[in-house]
């Protein structure tokens, strides 16, 4: 099923993965995606200029940032769900060796499949499959459903729960390096980008450039969800606001700011992807 030696920390973990899945194989038409905000920044430099430079989308125990919980460091909330769901495999690898975290687009919604993570996305190859692992639902809720490319149940399950959209997508971990001249078929981003230096840095990447329909809110229609994040997320998200609306844009020059803090922020986007797209609406 993966083409990785027998021994490696990734073949063992997608052989502990697929003891414990069920179903039969994967649609080959779905993709995974990996949902990220542009125009944040990894030790001081626009992350799609790091990953130009790097060619590859590397696991969150290197990076050291995520757009969840910061919890991988051996120890850690992650290290010990991977520990758990991966048999250890990796409890004594190098953090390179770790996997990078998606989501299976069972939906096939153009933003992707975990727009809780930010607006853009890289679309993985059909190929990705092979090498990754999945649950349902995010690994953080220490689920007990798993899948691999050739026994997937994952989907019918997600598909008859009735979760909050956000909280509506299959995970996937991706084992072994994803180089973006290989492994990706597009960067999918927001048009509130365009024209800008996100734009600009995203032709640096050896990947096709897509642009998905978009997310926006207006602050009247923020204002009508106080009780989805808390109303104090409201009253930040109308400050932020330019000519009444909301855009990926605006919040990330609020982010980057500095002004304000990034977990009330990162509600504020959770507002933004919730009731900004039709998508999810």
Same mark, same amino acid.
């Given at each position: 099923?993966?083409?990785?030696? @027998?021994?490696?920390? !990734? @073949?063992?973990?997608?052989?502990?993965?697929?003891?414990?899945? $069920? /179903?039969?194989?994967?649609?080959?038409?779905?993709?995974?995606?990996?949902?990220?905000?542009?125009?944040?920044?990894?030790?001081? &430099?626009?992350?799609?200029?790091?990953?130009? !430079?790097?060619?590859?989308?590397?696991? !969150?125990?290197?990076?050291?940032?995520?757009? /969840? /919980?910061?919890?991988?460091?051996?120890?850690?909330?992650?290290?010990?769900?991977e520990s758990r769901i991966?048999?250890?495999?990796?409890?004594?690898?190098?953090?390179?060796?770790?996997?990078?975290? /998606?989501?299976?687009?069972?939906?096939?919604?153009?933003?992707? $499949? $975990?727009?809780?993570?930010?607006?853009?996305?890289?679309?993985?190859?059909?190929?990705?499959?092979?090498? =990754?692992?999945?649950?349902?639902?995010?690994?953080?809720?220490?689920?007990?459903?798993?899948?691999?490319? &050739?026994?997937? =149940?994952?989907?019918?399950?997600?598909? @008859?729960?009735?979760?909050? $959209?956000?909280? *509506?997508?299959?995970?996937? &971990?991706?084992?072994?390096?994803? !180089?973006?001249?290989?492994?990706?078929?597009?960067?999918?981003? *927001?048009?509130?980008?365009?024209?800008?230096? %996100?734009?600009?840095?995203?032709?640096?990447?050896?990947?096709?450039?897509?642009?998905?329909?978009?997310?926006?809110?207006?602050?009247?229609?923020?204002?009508?969800?106080? *009780?989805?994040?808390?109303?104090?997320?409201?009253?930040?998200?109308?400050?932020?606001?330019?000519?009444?609306?909301?855009?990926?844009?605006?919040?990330?020059?609020?982010?980057?700011?500095?002004?304000?803090?990034p977990q009330a922020l990162?509600? %504020?986007?959770?507002?933004?992807?919730?009731?900004? =797209?039709?998508?999810?609406?």
């Amino acid at each position: 099923m993966s083409t990785f030696a @027998a021994e490696t920390p !990734q @073949a063992r973990a997608i052989r502990h993965v697929a003891a414990r899945a $069920a /179903g039969g194989p994967i649609d080959q038409r779905l993709r995974t995606t990996l949902n990220f905000h542009p125009d944040r920044a990894v030790d001081g &430099q626009p992350i799609l200029s790091a990953l130009a !430079q790097q060619g590859a989308y590397r696991p !969150q125990f290197v990076t050291g940032t995520s757009n /969840g /919980g910061l919890t991988a460091h051996p120890g850690g909330e992650r290290w010990r769900w991977e520990s758990r769901i991966f048999g250890g495999a990796y409890d004594e690898a190098p953090a390179s060796e770790r996997p990078v975290y /998606g989501a299976l687009n069972f939906r096939r919604r153009t933003v992707g $499949a $975990a727009p809780r993570f930010g607006s853009a996305h890289f679309r993985l190859t059909a190929r990705s499959h092979a090498r =990754s692992t999945f649950c349902y639902p995010d690994s953080f809720t220490e689920p007990v459903d798993f899948g691999v490319c &050739q026994a997937m =149940s994952l989907v019918e399950l997600a598909a @008859a729960d009735h979760r909050d $959209a956000l909280d *509506d997508y299959v995970e996937a &971990q991706i084992h072994g390096a994803v !180089q973006l001249d290989v492994h990706v078929e597009a960067l999918v981003l *927001d048009p509130s980008y365009r024209g800008t230096a %996100v734009e600009e840095q995203a032709h640096e990447l050896p990947c096709p450039l897509e642009w998905h329909g978009g997310f926006r809110l207006s602050v009247d229609e923020l204002r009508r969800h106080p *009780d989805y994040r808390g109303a104090e997320f409201v009253e930040l998200g109308a400050e932020i606001a330019e000519r009444g609306r909301l855009d990926p844009r605006i919040v990330g020059e609020a982010a980057r700011s500095g002004h304000h803090d990034p977990q009330a922020l990162k509600r %504020v986007w959770h507002y933004l992807a919730r009731f900004g =797209s039709a998508e999810l609406t």
